[in-house]
């Protein structure tokens, strides 16, 4: 199973962005899959964001706000998700997924972001 | 609007078996197109898939439960169901059902049980 790697911890101010990351292990290529996010608040179940594979092939989960949004670095081979126009209710942990072999699918450590 | 529950016991002894049930209320299993999941997160911890279970029996299962979860569906209750045997301290974890829908490239779950709370310990 490989390793996604999410920072532990991240930060920003409210009305700032903040862009959390997912790094995939350098044996699978970022541009090959899609990237799927999910928000997760104490208490509470994940929440679907959204998936991105490319600008012409990315959807947002129901009710998500467009400020929430994806991406990818190529050269990095690192999955995006960029969160605009920072509110505190955004301040939560995040999630990146893919799916290496189509049927097994495998989660990031997750990244806390806080909203100074 | 769909909705899931998870329930079991909240509390199994090493070595035993672990059972738990998702009940599906606002849609029906049966109807086909989703897959039906469990996904648990040890405390403090991140998650992990566990498998999925289509309404057909098909299921698909991660490589490192593989050998000790059976995940089953009784279409005539709008349940499925999650077993994992021989059971560790490492399995205490929250466990969440939820469903699954297909994209090319992978799944996304778009709803969530609550959760439930399974402990191992004597």
């Avoid at chain 1, 962005?17 to 928000?39: E, K």
């Avoid at chain 2, 309404?55 to 059976?70: A, E, Q």
């Avoid at chain 2, 021989?86 to 969440?96: E, K, L, N």
Wanted: with cysteine; net charge neutral; charged share 15%.
């Amino acid at each position: 199973q490989p390793v996604l790697t999410q920072p532990p911890s991240s930060s920003a101010s409210p009305g700032e962005s903040a862009r959390l990351t997912c790094t995939l292990p350098s044996d699978i290529n970022v541009g090959s899959y899609n990237i799927y996010w999910y928000q997760q608040k104490p208490g509470s179940p994940p929440r679907y964001l959204l998936y991105y594979y490319s600008d012409s092939d990315k959807g947002q989960g129901s009710g998500v706000p467009s400020r929430f949004s994806g991406s990818k670095d190529a050269s990095a081979n690192t999955g995006i998700l960029l969160i605009s126009g920072l509110q505190s209710e955004d301040e939560a942990d995040y999630y990146c997924m893919i799916w290496p072999s189509n049927a097994s699918g495998v989660f990031g450590g997750g990244t806390k972001l806080t909203v100074l | 609007q769909v909705q899931l529950q998870e329930s079991g016991p909240g509390l199994v002894k090493p070595s035993q078996t672990l059972s738990l049930t998702c009940t599906v209320s606002g849609g029906s299993i049966s109807s086909g197109g989703y897959y039906w999941s469990w996904i648990r997160q040890h405390p403090g911890k991140g998650l992990e898939w566990i498998g999925y279970i289509y309404y057909s029996g098909s299921t698909y299962y991660n490589p490192s439960l593989k050998s000790r979860v059976t995940i089953s569906v009784d279409t005539s209750k709008n349940q499925f169901s999650l077993k994992l045997s021989s059971v560790t301290a490492a399995d205490t974890a929250v466990y969440y059902c939820a469903r699954g829908t297909r994209l090319v490239g992978g799944y996304y779950f778009d709803y969530w049980g609550q959760g439930t709370l399974v402990t191992v310990s004597s």
